[in-house]
């Protein structure tokens, strides 16, 4: 009765890995997906993280109960703190409702699914070019998506007249999808004077800001630093929609660790607004699971452990800084052609190179340099070693 079904097309970024995992070369460097190695090219798992596993481990009065639709109420309240600041007033006023969910990816499709049930309006408007599973989670949670200009090929900067044209004639009470910090995959974010100006806009043209938060303390090394956009919009009191992911930052990729925060106007809404989004859970998985959630909240609620965090943070912050000036040093080195100057000024995990996908083609059969096709390439993949590899593929692949 299968017979029909027709083979599925790789996904485009974690098929990059499919693909990097087939090839038998010892040069081969997989720059795709974008997940944190150390300068040995190892998948890394944070001390804290470690410890914190450990103390779980030793307490015998931990059980694997169920935890309740929502999850880990600790967890959740930590969450939201680490987001919004611990002396938010909306947190303050219970404005703002958290429930664990599976990462960012799962966070958004329970916003998304809520969203289309409960809101008015169905249409989401996401920048170009965005992550690129944004498009599928909100048109299979049943919202109709848009795009908006975001990305200037030209400048390789940040096109904010465009932006602002494009979300000045959303309609009315549209979604807007904003990357809190670290745009994936660009690299390229609005200044504190331009989110200022996306922020009157929004709020003037009563949008929804939904922010997919995936790189919080990532991008700067600092967590209040990468979160001031969030906050600028929860700080004028109206409504706001955040994702929120603890796969970079605390290097949980396979824990499936996030949370989705809605701040509403008033306590009261909060509460009916969680009441409606077990309703969205409940069916779809039931209750998320408990483990990576604890690892979380035994981090963020000691002083100690929550301090060691901030610093492993920060160093995987500077060494992926260092990659990236590195990079660009040793293409100026090769007197390779053209501005490289970008891949200094982006910032986060990603460096959006401007190479095209017939050259990331070139890359990967010549050199074996594995990266999504639209020339985005995870700096976190590179280390010391690598680097002088890439920047001959680079070169081989502008001047050939
Ligand atoms: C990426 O963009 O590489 C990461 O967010 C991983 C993913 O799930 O795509």
């Known amino acids: 009765v299968f017979a029909n079904v027709v083979r599925a097309p790789e996904d485009p970024i974690l098929g990059v890995t499919v693909a990097y995992n087939k090839d038998p070369s010892p040069v081969k460097l997989n720059l795709g997906v974008g997940a944190y190695r150390t300068e ?18 030793n307490d015998r009065s931990r059980v694997k109960e169920y935890l309740p639709i929502v999850g880990l109420a600790d967890f959740n309240k930590l969450s939201a703190k680490l987001l ?29 699914e809520f969203l289309a049930r409960n809101y008015h309006q169905r249409t989401i408007y996401i920048p170009n070019p965005t992550w690129g599973n944004h498009t599928k989670i909100f048109t299979l949670a049943g919202l109709n998506v848009k795009s908006y200009r975001y990305y200037d090929p030209v400048t390789r900067g940040l096109n904010i007249q465009g932006l602002l044209e494009d979300l000045g004639s959303a309609p009315s009470g549209a979604i807007v999808l904003l990357h809190a910090c670290a745009h994936n995959p660009t690299g390229v974010d609005p200044t504190i004077q331009q989110w200022e100006q996306i922020r009157r806009l929004i709020r003037s043209k009563s949008l929804l800001p939904f922010f997919d938060s995936a790189y919080q303390g990532f991008a700067s090394g ?49 509460s009916r607004v969680e009441s409606q989004l077990k309703l969205v859970i409940r069916p ?13 909240a035994t981090v963020l609620k000691d002083r100690n452990l929550f301090h060691e965090w901030t610093l492993e943070l920060k160093a995987m912050a500077d060494r992926i800084i260092t990659m990236r000036q590195q990079l660009f040093d040793a293409l100026r080195a090769r007197g390779t052609p053209g501005d490289w100057s970008h891949i200094i000024k982006q910032i986060g995990m990603f460096t959006f190179t401007g190479l095209n996908s017939k ?22 993949g590179l280390s010391s070693r690598t680097v002088p590899h890439l920047a001959d593929a680079i070169h081989a692949a502008v001047t050939t």
């Open 40 to 57: 040995e090219g190892k998948p890394l798992v944070l001390n804290v993280v470690r410890k914190a596993e450990q103390l779980l481990v």
């Open 84 to 112: 919004l600041g611990a002396d938010s007033p909306a947190i303050q006023g219970n404005l703002v409702t958290t429930v664990q969910c599976l990462s960012g990816t799962g966070s958004l499709r329970v916003g998304a």
């Open 222 to 270: 600092s967590l209040d630093g990468d979160a001031q956009s969030v906050r600028m919009f929860v700080g004028d009191g109206g409504e706001c929609f955040i994702a929120q992911s603890y796969a970079k930052n605390m290097g949980l990729y396979g824990e499936r660790v996030g949370a989705l925060s809605i701040v509403c106007r008033t306590a009261d809404v909060a």
């Open 359 to 380: 050259q990331v083609t070139f890359m990967t059969k010549e050199y074996h340099i594995y990266m999504t096709s639209d020339g985005r390439i995870s700096m976190a």
């Open 284 to 296: 779809m998985y039931s209750n998320p699971p408990i483990h990576g959630a604890s690892i979380v």
